[in-house]
């Protein structure tokens, strides 16, 4: 793995992280809940990203959680306590997925709710039907994605991480990690281009509440 520097931020994050971590080692509960709180989010997302089940997903990381709390004193803070969470997070995953394949499961879940999306309360029922079925169209060909490119894209796209922080996540080199996002977006871009064009249709609606609200402006300055 290819050094990289480290700067002032990184390391008063990662002296942060070691003393949560001393702290969470001597049964401070304070110091469990700011963990969980801190990383739960990125976790739910990265094991929801490879299992694509929401229940089996929040299963996954609560498993992560009692597996390294129950070996924190292997934490040596040489990566960030997220990092070191995630990698548990991931083998957790993995290794219920190929449990699945070797049982051959039933299907799962296809709800999700890996990508935030902005969905602003609104008097317009027909905006949050449109903004939630672009939402859908998304988590789908997200899901749809092979194993491989889905695990790079979450990381990257919808987790932020760089490419050193995937590349040291998921136990490949950089420019594997570039190969596979590349490949990711040409294929969720596929995906979507096939799919947008209907749900397009519905966009920017101006019906509904908006609709009534402009006619009886027009009306009223009209006289009517």
């Known amino acids: 793995m290819p050094y990289v520097r480290r700067d002032a931020t990184e390391i008063i994050a990662a002296s942060d992280d070691l003393t949560l971590a001393k702290r969470a080692m001597a049964r401070d509960g304070a110091a469990f809940r700011t963990i969980i709180k801190r990383h739960n989010q990125r976790l739910y997302r990265i094991a929801r990203g490879v299992v694509r089940n929401d229940g089996e997903a929040e299963d996954i990381v609560q498993e992560a959680y009692v597996t390294a709390f129950a070996h924190l004193e292997s934490f040596r803070g040489d990566a960030s306590l997220g990092t070191w969470l995630s990698r548990i997070v991931i083998n957790e995953a993995l290794g219920r997925l190929r449990k699945r394949r070797r049982t051959a499961a039933t299907p799962v879940n296809p709800q999700a709710e890996i990508i935030q ?21 998304v988590e789908r060909a997200t899901d749809n994605l092979p194993d491989l490119y889905r695990m790079v894209f979450v990381a990257r796209v919808i987790e932020g991480l760089s490419i050193e922080e995937t590349s040291e996540l998921l136990g490949v ?52």
């Open 117 to 137: 999306f902005p969905l602003n309360p609104s008097d317009d029922p027909e905006r949050t039907m449109a903004q939630r079925q672009i939402l859908a169209l």
């Open 173 to 224: 080199r950089p420019e594997t990690v570039k190969t596979r996002l590349h490949r990711a977006r040409v294929l969720l871009r596929k995906a979507l281009d096939d799919q947008i064009g209907p749900v397009l249709l519905d966009a920017f609606p101006f019906a509904g509440r908006r609709c009534e609200r402009l006619t009886a402006a027009v009306m009223e300055r009209l006289g009517l």
